[in-house]
């Protein structure tokens, strides 16, 4: 579990994984035995970290693995277990398609997220129906079309805002009709307004 106060990563035993970082971060990591709760996400997740949980992890540096289950330690260790089972998923993770042609389509909206083509345009330039195109979007990321390219420019928005440059600069790079356009969205996806976000 990583991250800063208000974010992190919960990641099940066992994964594979690297972490990018954009700018300066400091980090705290919690292991948890499987055994101890096996009842925990089963998948990786970017999540919210709620003060409470913050606080407990603090709390919980300077503890010892010999400590008695009732005692002040024991119960500071099993509310971070419980505060663990309720994370609230963060909308972080941006799904990539095993189709080529599809993969194709999220390489040239990565390269370039201003890109406004429609499902038309790419039906006419890959020779696929809109449907097949939609379908397949569905089947391989579990997001239409429209949705993944929505993800794909907040993301990307993310990594910019977090490394100083102005949001109606990020908004204009993106494709974005206006700032307000861009913080509107910004905010029905992650609850808050983009210069809020990195506070």
């Known amino acids: 579990m990583d991250g800063a106060p208000?974010?992190?990563?919960?990641?099940p035993c066992g994964q594979v994984h690297a972490i990018r970082c954009v700018g300066a971060l400091?980090?705290?990591?919690?292991?948890?035995?499987?055994?101890?709760a096996p009842d925990l996400p089963l998948e990786s997740k970017a999540v919210s970290i709620s003060a409470l949980l913050s606080e407990l992890i603090q709390a919980s540096i300077g503890i010892t693995e010999s400590y008695a289950p009732d005692s002040r330690e024991g119960r500071v260790m099993s509310l971070i277990l419980d505060e663990l089972k309720i994370l609230p998923t963060l909308p972080l993770h941006l799904p990539q398609p095993a189709d080529r042609r599809i993969q194709g389509?999220?390489?040239a909206l990565q390269q370039d997220p201003s890109d406004g083509s429609t499902l038309a345009d790419w039906s006419a330039r890959l020779g696929l129906d809109e449907k097949t195109i939609q379908?397949?979007?569905q089947k391989g990321t579990g997001m239409t079309f429209g949705q993944w390219r929505q993800q794909a420019r907040?993301?990307?928005a993310l990594?910019?805002?977090a490394l100083g440059e102005k949001i109606i600069d990020v908004a204009g790079q993106l494709g974005y009709e206006s700032p307000s356009a861009f913080t509107t969205m910004f905010k029905k996806q992650f609850g808050i307004t983009p210069s809020n976000f990195f506070k």
């Not at 980090?27 to 101890?36: E, L, T």
């Open 154 to 156: 907040l993301l990307l």
């Open 6 to 11: 208000s974010r992190g990563i919960w990641m």
């Open 159 to 161: 990594e910019r805002i």
């Open 105 to 107: 389509i999220c390489a």
């Open 26 to 36: 400091k980090m705290r990591s919690v292991f948890v035995r499987p055994d101890i």
């Open 135 to 137: 379908r397949l979007f």
